[in-house]
Protein backbone atom coordinates (compact mmCIF):
# COMPACT_ATOMS: atom_id res chain seq x y z
CA UNK A 1 0.00 0.00 0.00
CA UNK A 2 1.35 3.27 -1.02
CA UNK A 3 1.68 5.87 1.45
CA UNK A 4 1.37 9.96 0.69
CA UNK A 5 2.82 12.44 2.85
CA UNK A 6 1.33 16.19 2.62
CA UNK A 7 4.92 16.96 3.96
CA UNK A 8 8.36 15.57 5.01
CA UNK A 9 7.90 17.16 8.32
CA UNK A 10 5.62 19.07 10.31
CA UNK A 11 6.07 21.17 13.19
CA UNK A 12 3.73 21.53 15.90
CA UNK A 13 3.18 24.90 17.66
CA UNK A 14 4.36 28.78 16.66
CA UNK A 15 6.17 29.27 19.50
CA UNK A 16 10.10 30.57 19.36
CA UNK A 17 11.50 27.06 19.67
CA UNK A 18 8.77 25.92 16.64
CA UNK A 19 9.30 28.58 14.77
CA UNK A 20 13.19 28.48 14.63
CA UNK A 21 12.90 24.59 13.73
CA UNK A 22 10.62 24.89 11.04
CA UNK A 23 12.52 28.14 9.41
CA UNK A 24 15.96 25.95 9.75
CA UNK A 25 14.40 22.99 8.02
CA UNK A 26 12.82 24.92 4.85
CA UNK A 27 15.69 26.56 4.93
CA UNK A 28 17.47 23.46 4.45
CA UNK A 29 15.01 22.62 1.78
CA UNK A 30 13.41 19.90 4.12
CA UNK A 31 9.24 19.74 3.12
CA UNK A 32 8.06 21.49 6.11
CA UNK A 33 4.74 21.94 7.92
CA UNK A 34 3.80 24.55 10.17
CA UNK A 35 0.85 23.79 12.17
CA UNK A 36 0.68 26.36 14.75
CA UNK A 37 -2.19 29.01 15.81
CA UNK A 38 -1.42 32.86 15.84
CA UNK A 39 1.00 33.69 18.66
CA UNK A 40 -0.93 34.67 21.95
CA UNK A 41 0.58 38.11 23.06
CA UNK A 42 3.75 37.89 24.99
CA UNK A 43 5.51 40.77 27.39
CA UNK A 44 8.02 38.55 28.62
CA UNK A 45 12.03 39.15 26.97
CA UNK A 46 14.64 36.65 25.98
CA UNK A 47 18.38 37.23 26.68
CA UNK A 48 19.23 35.41 23.41
CA UNK A 49 22.85 34.53 24.40
CA UNK A 50 25.80 34.71 21.86
CA UNK A 51 24.99 31.53 19.78
CA UNK A 52 21.61 31.92 19.65
CA UNK A 53 21.81 35.52 17.72
CA UNK A 54 24.88 33.74 15.28
CA UNK A 55 21.97 30.97 14.33
CA UNK A 56 19.02 34.01 13.66
CA UNK A 57 21.70 35.69 11.43
CA UNK A 58 22.37 33.03 9.70
CA UNK A 59 18.67 31.84 9.24
CA UNK A 60 18.41 35.31 7.99
CA UNK A 61 16.43 36.54 11.08
CA UNK A 62 18.34 38.77 12.73
CA UNK A 63 17.91 41.81 10.57
CA UNK A 64 14.11 42.04 11.49
CA UNK A 65 15.73 41.92 15.71
CA UNK A 66 18.22 43.79 15.78
CA UNK A 67 16.56 47.69 16.29
CA UNK A 68 14.82 46.22 18.87
CA UNK A 69 17.55 44.12 20.61
CA UNK A 70 19.93 45.61 23.35
CA UNK A 71 23.21 43.93 23.57
CA UNK A 72 24.55 42.40 27.34
CA UNK A 73 27.99 43.78 27.76
CA UNK A 74 28.14 42.98 31.02
CA UNK A 75 26.70 40.70 33.76
CA UNK A 76 26.44 41.86 37.43
CA UNK A 77 25.99 39.38 40.38
CA UNK A 78 24.80 40.86 44.04
CA UNK A 79 24.51 38.84 46.56
CA UNK A 80 21.39 41.11 48.53
CA UNK A 81 20.50 38.13 51.19
CA UNK A 82 20.82 39.58 54.67
CA UNK A 83 22.46 36.02 55.59
CA UNK A 84 25.69 35.57 57.57
CA UNK A 85 27.48 34.03 54.59
CA UNK A 86 27.03 36.20 51.62
CA UNK A 87 28.93 36.23 48.11
CA UNK A 88 30.97 38.58 47.09
CA UNK A 89 29.51 41.09 43.77
CA UNK A 90 30.82 39.38 40.31
CA UNK A 91 31.13 41.47 37.08
CA UNK A 92 31.64 39.72 33.99
CA UNK A 93 32.46 41.73 31.05
CA UNK A 94 32.36 40.18 27.23
CA UNK A 95 35.50 41.69 26.10
CA UNK A 96 37.57 39.40 28.81
CA UNK A 97 36.44 36.53 26.68
CA UNK A 98 36.90 38.92 22.94
CA UNK A 99 33.34 38.98 22.74
CA UNK A 100 31.54 42.32 21.76
CA UNK A 101 28.52 41.01 24.10
CA UNK A 102 27.62 37.89 25.64
CA UNK A 103 23.69 37.86 24.00
CA UNK A 104 21.44 40.32 23.51
CA UNK A 105 17.92 40.92 24.96
CA UNK A 106 14.63 40.92 22.91
CA UNK A 107 10.84 41.17 23.93
CA UNK A 108 9.66 38.03 22.81
CA UNK A 109 6.89 40.14 20.50
CA UNK A 110 9.64 41.15 18.46
CA UNK A 111 11.53 38.01 18.52
CA UNK A 112 7.95 36.33 17.44
CA UNK A 113 6.70 38.90 14.76
CA UNK A 114 10.67 38.81 13.05
CA UNK A 115 10.37 34.78 13.15
CA UNK A 116 6.88 34.84 11.81
CA UNK A 117 8.11 37.42 9.15
CA UNK A 118 10.71 35.06 7.87
CA UNK A 119 8.46 32.37 7.72
CA UNK A 120 6.65 34.03 5.50
CA UNK A 121 9.50 34.54 3.10
CA UNK A 122 10.09 31.26 2.99
CA UNK A 123 6.62 30.10 1.58
CA UNK A 124 7.07 28.03 4.89
CA UNK A 125 3.16 26.25 4.47
CA UNK A 126 1.31 26.80 7.64
CA UNK A 127 -2.13 25.66 8.83
CA UNK A 128 -3.22 28.83 11.40
CA UNK A 129 -4.89 26.74 14.02
CA UNK A 130 -4.23 23.67 16.56
CA UNK A 131 -3.57 19.83 15.91
CA UNK A 132 -6.60 18.11 17.20
CA UNK A 133 -5.29 14.78 17.25
CA UNK A 134 -1.58 13.05 16.27
CA UNK A 135 -1.71 9.34 15.45
CA UNK A 136 2.03 7.95 15.37
CA UNK A 137 2.36 4.97 13.00
CA UNK A 138 5.45 2.38 11.59
CA UNK A 139 5.44 4.44 8.62
CA UNK A 140 4.27 7.70 9.77
CA UNK A 141 2.54 10.49 11.67
CA UNK A 142 -1.60 11.69 10.77
CA UNK A 143 -2.16 14.60 12.41
CA UNK A 144 -6.04 16.31 12.43
CA UNK A 145 -5.85 19.80 12.66
CA UNK A 146 -8.41 22.12 12.67
CA UNK A 147 -8.50 22.92 8.40
CA UNK A 148 -8.48 18.95 7.85
CA UNK A 149 -5.49 16.42 7.75
CA UNK A 150 -2.01 15.91 7.42
CA UNK A 151 0.31 13.41 7.08
CA UNK A 152 4.00 13.25 7.54
CA UNK A 153 6.92 11.35 8.33
CA UNK A 154 8.26 13.43 11.64
CA UNK A 155 6.80 15.65 13.78
CA UNK A 156 8.62 18.32 15.68
CA UNK A 157 6.29 18.88 18.94
CA UNK A 158 7.13 22.37 19.66
CA UNK A 159 3.74 22.81 21.65
CA UNK A 160 5.00 23.92 24.97
CA UNK A 161 5.08 23.03 28.43
CA UNK A 162 1.66 21.35 28.57
CA UNK A 163 3.13 19.68 25.12
CA UNK A 164 0.18 17.41 23.76
CA UNK A 165 2.85 15.21 21.17
CA UNK A 166 5.25 14.70 24.49
CA UNK A 167 1.77 12.80 25.62
CA UNK A 168 0.99 11.02 22.41
CA UNK A 169 4.22 9.87 22.42
CA UNK A 170 3.89 8.42 25.85
CA UNK A 171 6.86 10.36 27.17
CA UNK A 172 6.95 11.01 31.12
CA UNK A 173 8.46 13.84 32.62
CA UNK A 174 10.50 14.21 35.96
CA UNK A 175 8.61 17.91 37.34
CA UNK A 176 9.47 19.87 40.76
CA UNK A 177 7.49 23.03 41.77
CA UNK A 178 9.12 25.84 44.03
CA UNK A 179 7.53 27.76 46.32
CA UNK A 180 8.11 31.16 44.32
CA UNK A 181 6.38 32.60 41.35
CA UNK A 182 8.23 35.24 38.73
CA UNK A 183 6.84 38.50 38.15
CA UNK A 184 7.97 39.91 34.55
CA UNK A 185 7.63 43.42 33.42
CA UNK A 186 9.34 46.21 31.61
CA UNK A 187 10.08 49.43 32.61
CA UNK A 188 11.66 52.66 31.19
CA UNK A 189 14.15 54.36 34.00
CA UNK A 190 15.78 57.92 34.94
CA UNK A 191 19.53 56.15 34.83
CA UNK A 192 21.34 54.36 31.79
CA UNK A 193 21.66 50.88 31.95
CA UNK A 194 25.36 50.84 30.54
CA UNK A 195 24.54 47.67 28.87
CA UNK A 196 24.65 45.64 31.90
CA UNK A 197 21.93 42.97 33.73
CA UNK A 198 22.13 43.00 37.18
CA UNK A 199 20.97 39.83 39.18
CA UNK A 200 20.27 40.50 42.26
CA UNK A 201 20.09 37.06 44.31
CA UNK A 202 17.20 37.76 47.49
CA UNK A 203 16.20 35.00 49.97
CA UNK A 204 12.63 34.74 47.69
CA UNK A 205 14.81 34.17 44.49
CA UNK A 206 16.93 36.49 41.91
CA UNK A 207 15.43 39.98 41.06
CA UNK A 208 17.38 40.41 37.19
CA UNK A 209 17.33 43.60 35.36
CA UNK A 210 18.04 43.02 31.44
CA UNK A 211 18.66 45.85 29.79
CA UNK A 212 16.10 47.07 26.61
CA UNK A 213 17.05 49.59 23.92
CA UNK A 214 17.49 53.17 25.20
CA UNK A 215 16.72 53.88 28.95
CA UNK A 216 14.71 50.68 29.51
CA UNK A 217 14.81 47.29 31.16
CA UNK A 218 13.06 44.10 31.45
CA UNK A 219 12.48 43.01 35.56
CA UNK A 220 12.26 39.14 36.52
CA UNK A 221 11.26 39.44 39.94
CA UNK A 222 11.00 35.88 41.92
CA UNK A 223 8.88 35.71 44.90
CA UNK A 224 6.89 33.89 47.25
CA UNK A 225 3.70 33.26 45.34
CA UNK A 226 1.71 35.46 47.85
CA UNK A 227 4.14 38.19 48.12
CA UNK A 228 4.16 38.10 43.93
CA UNK A 229 0.54 38.40 43.77
CA UNK A 230 0.60 41.48 46.51
CA UNK A 231 2.93 43.04 43.93
CA UNK A 232 1.02 42.44 40.78
CA UNK A 233 -1.97 43.73 42.23
CA UNK A 234 0.02 47.47 42.86
CA UNK A 235 -0.92 50.17 41.11
CA UNK A 236 1.86 51.65 38.62
CA UNK A 237 3.15 54.09 40.75
CA UNK A 238 3.19 52.05 44.04
CA UNK A 239 4.93 49.08 42.20
CA UNK A 240 7.72 51.27 40.48
CA UNK A 241 8.51 52.37 43.89
CA UNK A 242 8.37 49.04 45.13
CA UNK A 243 10.91 47.57 42.21
CA UNK A 244 12.69 51.14 42.61
CA UNK A 245 13.69 49.75 45.98
CA UNK A 246 14.38 46.26 45.56
CA UNK A 247 16.93 47.63 42.60
CA UNK A 248 18.80 49.74 44.99
CA UNK A 249 17.89 52.69 42.97
CA UNK A 250 20.28 51.68 40.67
CA UNK A 251 18.64 52.30 37.66
CA UNK A 252 17.14 55.70 39.43
CA UNK A 253 13.37 56.39 39.70
CA UNK A 254 11.06 53.37 37.47
CA UNK A 255 7.95 54.14 35.13
CA UNK A 256 6.22 50.68 34.81
CA UNK A 257 5.12 50.03 31.21
CA UNK A 258 2.33 47.71 30.46
CA UNK A 259 1.60 44.10 30.51
CA UNK A 260 2.69 42.31 33.44
CA UNK A 261 3.62 38.55 33.69
CA UNK A 262 2.58 35.95 36.64
CA UNK A 263 4.77 32.66 36.06
CA UNK A 264 5.16 30.20 38.68
CA UNK A 265 8.52 28.27 38.64
CA UNK A 266 9.25 24.74 38.50
CA UNK A 267 11.52 22.37 37.17
CA UNK A 268 10.57 19.73 34.31
CA UNK A 269 12.56 17.13 31.93
CA UNK A 270 11.29 15.21 29.54
CA UNK A 271 12.44 11.52 30.62
CA UNK A 272 13.49 11.40 26.46
CA UNK A 273 13.61 13.78 23.60
CA UNK A 274 12.43 11.57 21.28
CA UNK A 275 10.04 8.48 20.13
CA UNK A 276 7.72 7.28 18.14
CA UNK A 277 8.34 9.63 14.99
CA UNK A 278 7.93 12.73 17.24
CA UNK A 279 10.91 14.96 18.60
CA UNK A 280 10.39 17.60 21.24
CA UNK A 281 12.07 20.67 21.17
CA UNK A 282 11.88 23.90 23.90
CA UNK A 283 9.31 23.71 26.83
CA UNK A 284 8.16 20.10 25.63
CA UNK A 285 11.36 18.84 26.39
CA UNK A 286 12.35 21.21 29.59
CA UNK A 287 11.08 23.58 31.44
CA UNK A 288 13.73 25.66 33.76
CA UNK A 289 13.64 28.65 36.52
CA UNK A 290 14.32 31.98 34.90
CA UNK A 291 17.62 32.39 35.86
CA UNK A 292 20.95 32.51 33.79
CA UNK A 293 18.81 32.82 30.54
CA UNK A 294 18.74 29.55 29.81
CA UNK A 295 15.63 28.04 28.70
CA UNK A 296 14.95 29.17 24.93
CA UNK A 297 18.14 29.17 24.42
CA UNK A 298 18.13 25.52 25.52
CA UNK A 299 15.35 25.57 22.89
CA UNK A 300 16.71 26.83 20.14
CA UNK A 301 19.65 24.48 20.16
CA UNK A 302 17.13 22.03 19.69
CA UNK A 303 15.38 23.42 17.43
CA UNK A 304 18.50 23.53 15.54
CA UNK A 305 20.08 20.23 16.12
CA UNK A 306 16.79 18.34 14.94
CA UNK A 307 16.74 20.49 11.78
CA UNK A 308 20.41 19.35 11.31
CA UNK A 309 19.44 15.23 11.70
CA UNK A 310 16.43 15.90 9.51
CA UNK A 311 18.66 17.72 6.53
CA UNK A 312 21.64 15.54 7.07
CA UNK A 313 18.93 11.79 6.33
CA UNK A 314 17.06 13.64 4.11
CA UNK A 315 20.59 13.58 2.35
CA UNK A 316 21.62 10.47 2.71
CA UNK A 317 18.08 9.36 1.46
CA UNK A 318 16.92 8.01 5.42
CA UNK A 319 13.25 8.09 6.78
CA UNK A 320 13.76 11.46 8.61
CA UNK A 321 11.40 9.64 11.35
CA UNK A 322 13.57 6.59 11.62
CA UNK A 323 14.63 5.33 15.01
CA UNK A 324 18.32 6.03 14.52
CA UNK A 325 17.51 9.85 13.75
CA UNK A 326 15.26 9.89 17.15
CA UNK A 327 17.98 8.46 19.14
CA UNK A 328 20.33 10.29 17.82
CA UNK A 329 18.33 13.87 18.70
CA UNK A 330 18.02 12.50 21.98
CA UNK A 331 21.82 11.38 22.61
CA UNK A 332 22.86 14.81 21.31
CA UNK A 333 20.14 16.73 23.32
CA UNK A 334 21.05 14.91 26.69
CA UNK A 335 24.00 16.67 28.46
CA UNK A 336 23.22 20.04 27.47
CA UNK A 337 19.80 19.96 28.88
CA UNK A 338 20.51 18.20 31.99
CA UNK A 339 23.76 19.62 32.83
CA UNK A 340 21.83 23.25 32.52
CA UNK A 341 18.78 21.91 34.49
CA UNK A 342 21.09 21.04 37.46
CA UNK A 343 22.95 24.07 37.48
CA UNK A 344 19.63 25.99 37.41
CA UNK A 345 18.02 24.05 39.98
CA UNK A 346 21.24 24.32 42.35
CA UNK A 347 21.38 27.66 42.19
CA UNK A 348 17.96 28.38 43.03
CA UNK A 349 17.42 25.84 45.81
CA UNK A 350 21.24 27.36 47.27
CA UNK A 351 19.53 31.13 47.57
CA UNK A 352 15.71 29.41 48.68
CA UNK A 353 18.24 27.39 51.50
CA UNK A 354 18.80 28.19 55.00
CA UNK A 355 21.11 25.72 55.36
CA UNK A 356 24.67 27.08 56.04
CA UNK A 357 27.13 24.88 54.64
CA UNK A 358 25.02 25.58 51.44
CA UNK A 359 24.90 29.17 51.40
CA UNK A 360 28.92 29.10 52.11
CA UNK A 361 29.64 26.92 48.99
CA UNK A 362 27.34 29.58 47.22
CA UNK A 363 29.76 31.90 48.40
CA UNK A 364 32.97 30.27 48.24
CA UNK A 365 31.98 29.09 44.44
CA UNK A 366 31.24 32.76 43.44
CA UNK A 367 34.45 33.72 45.36
CA UNK A 368 36.12 31.56 43.13
CA UNK A 369 34.79 32.31 40.22
CA UNK A 370 35.75 36.75 41.18
CA UNK A 371 39.22 35.74 41.90
CA UNK A 372 40.39 32.86 39.60
CA UNK A 373 40.73 34.51 35.94
CA UNK A 374 41.18 31.12 33.61
CA UNK A 375 38.10 29.70 36.03
CA UNK A 376 35.69 33.38 35.05
CA UNK A 377 37.10 32.84 31.74
CA UNK A 378 36.05 29.26 31.49
CA UNK A 379 32.74 29.92 32.75
CA UNK A 380 32.24 33.34 30.56
CA UNK A 381 32.39 30.89 27.26
CA UNK A 382 30.75 28.13 28.80
CA UNK A 383 27.46 30.22 29.01
CA UNK A 384 28.25 32.10 25.71
CA UNK A 385 29.13 28.84 24.00
CA UNK A 386 28.99 25.56 25.22
CA UNK A 387 31.73 22.99 24.96
CA UNK A 388 28.98 20.24 23.88
CA UNK A 389 26.43 20.26 21.58
CA UNK A 390 27.26 23.73 19.73
CA UNK A 391 24.33 22.81 16.48
CA UNK A 392 26.12 24.23 12.69
CA UNK A 393 23.76 27.24 13.19
CA UNK A 394 24.95 28.24 16.32
CA UNK A 395 28.71 28.34 14.48
CA UNK A 396 27.22 30.30 11.83
CA UNK A 397 27.09 27.20 9.09
CA UNK A 398 23.74 26.24 7.34
CA UNK A 399 22.61 23.06 8.86
C1 LIG B 1 9.78 34.79 33.48
C2 LIG B 1 10.52 34.09 32.37
C3 LIG B 1 11.66 34.68 31.81
C4 LIG B 1 12.39 33.98 30.83
N1 LIG B 1 13.54 34.55 30.33
C5 LIG B 1 14.30 33.85 29.46
C6 LIG B 1 15.53 34.36 28.96
O1 LIG B 1 15.96 35.48 29.28
N2 LIG B 1 16.25 33.61 28.08
C7 LIG B 1 15.83 32.37 27.71
O2 LIG B 1 16.52 31.70 26.92
N3 LIG B 1 14.64 31.87 28.13
C8 LIG B 1 13.87 32.57 28.99
N4 LIG B 1 12.69 32.05 29.44
C9 LIG B 1 12.20 30.78 28.87
C10 LIG B 1 11.48 31.05 27.56
O3 LIG B 1 10.52 32.07 27.73
C11 LIG B 1 10.79 29.78 27.10
O4 LIG B 1 11.77 28.77 26.99
C12 LIG B 1 10.15 29.94 25.73
O5 LIG B 1 9.19 30.96 25.71
C13 LIG B 1 9.46 28.64 25.33
O6 LIG B 1 9.22 28.67 23.94
P1 LIG B 1 8.55 27.44 23.24
O7 LIG B 1 8.49 27.80 21.79
O8 LIG B 1 9.19 26.17 23.66
O9 LIG B 1 7.08 27.35 23.89
P2 LIG B 1 5.85 28.36 23.82
O10 LIG B 1 6.29 29.75 23.58
O11 LIG B 1 5.03 28.05 25.04
O12 LIG B 1 5.07 27.90 22.52
C14 LIG B 1 4.29 26.74 22.46
C15 LIG B 1 3.29 26.96 21.36
O13 LIG B 1 2.61 25.73 21.11
C16 LIG B 1 1.29 26.03 20.75
N5 LIG B 1 0.46 24.82 20.90
C17 LIG B 1 0.09 24.18 22.04
N6 LIG B 1 -0.70 23.13 21.74
C18 LIG B 1 -0.82 23.11 20.39
C19 LIG B 1 -1.51 22.27 19.47
N7 LIG B 1 -2.26 21.24 19.87
N8 LIG B 1 -1.41 22.55 18.15
C20 LIG B 1 -0.65 23.58 17.70
N9 LIG B 1 0.02 24.41 18.52
C21 LIG B 1 -0.07 24.17 19.84
C22 LIG B 1 0.91 27.18 21.67
O14 LIG B 1 -0.16 27.91 21.11
C23 LIG B 1 2.21 27.99 21.71
O15 LIG B 1 2.22 29.00 20.72
C24 LIG B 1 11.95 32.71 30.40
C25 LIG B 1 10.78 32.15 30.94
C26 LIG B 1 10.08 32.83 31.93
C27 LIG B 1 8.83 32.17 32.53
Not at 97 to 102: E, L, M, N, S, T
Not at 244 to 250: D, I, K, P, T
Request: aromatic residues 4%.
Amino acid sequence: MSDTFTAEVAVIGGGPAGLVAAIALATAGVDTLLIAPPAEPDHRTTALLAGSVTALETLGVWPACAPYAAPLRKIRLVDATARLIRAPEVLFAADEIGFDAFGHNIENRHLIAALEARAVALNLARIAGAAVSITPDATGVTIKHSNGEARVKLVIGADGRRSPCRAVAGIGTSRRTYPQTALTLNLAHARPHDDTSTEFHTESGPFTLVPLPGQRSSLVCVLDPARAAELAAMNDAELARDIERRAHSLLGTMNVEPGRGIFPLAIETAEAFARERIALVGEAAHLVPPIGAQGLNLGLRDGATIAELAAEARRHNIDVGAPEVLARYDTQRRADITSRAIAVDLLNRSLLTDFLPAQGARGLSLYLVDRIGPLRRALMREGVAPAVSQPRLMRGEMV
